[in-house]
């Protein structure tokens, strides 16, 4: 098997991708109980990063590597930015919608006050083509 990266077929772009949309607590909208609302392009990766960042790498018995491992480098006493970006980028990838994400686009906030770090990915690329910026946002939080 070649270890050469290929590019999808044409007809494999982010407007034929589509996922269940995610709220921003995790929760899938349902819009008025109409049942769940399914979101394509941008919308689709949002909501598939939305997934990656609030699972917990090895949370999930259907793939353990699912996930963002938080206890591997993110949480502890020493914070190292540079690391923690290639984690995040890292983990970025897994949801199929979201073209590689370059370690430089990943920028953190901190709140002081709350003693919460949260990631910002811009700009995020989809395999179609479409950009947007992600905040990590509520459950998401470092």
């Known amino acids: 098997m070649s270890s050469t990266y290929h590019t999808p077929a044409p007809w494999y772009t982010a407007r034929y991708v589509r996922t269940l949309k995610l709220k921003s607590n995790g929760g899938l909208d349902l819009r008025g109980g109409r049942g769940p609302v399914t979101v394509s392009g941008a919308e689709c990766a949002e909501s598939q990063l ?19 491992p938080y206890n591997e480098g993110l949480l502890g006493r020493y914070f190292d930015e540079t690391a ?25 906030s901190l709140d002081d006050e709350t003693r919460t770090l949260r990631p910002t990915i811009a700009p995020v690329y989809t395999i179609g083509g479409e950009s947007f910026d992600f905040t990590a946002q509520g459950n998401d939080d470092i």
């Open 50 to 68: 939305r997934a990656v960042f609030a699972t917990n790498a090895g949370e999930w018995p259907f793939n353990l590597e699912f996930g963002v």
């Open 84 to 108: 923690a970006a290639a984690i995040l980028a890292a983990a970025a990838e897994q949801a199929p919608a979201v073209a590689p994400v370059p370690i430089g686009n990943v920028t953190f």
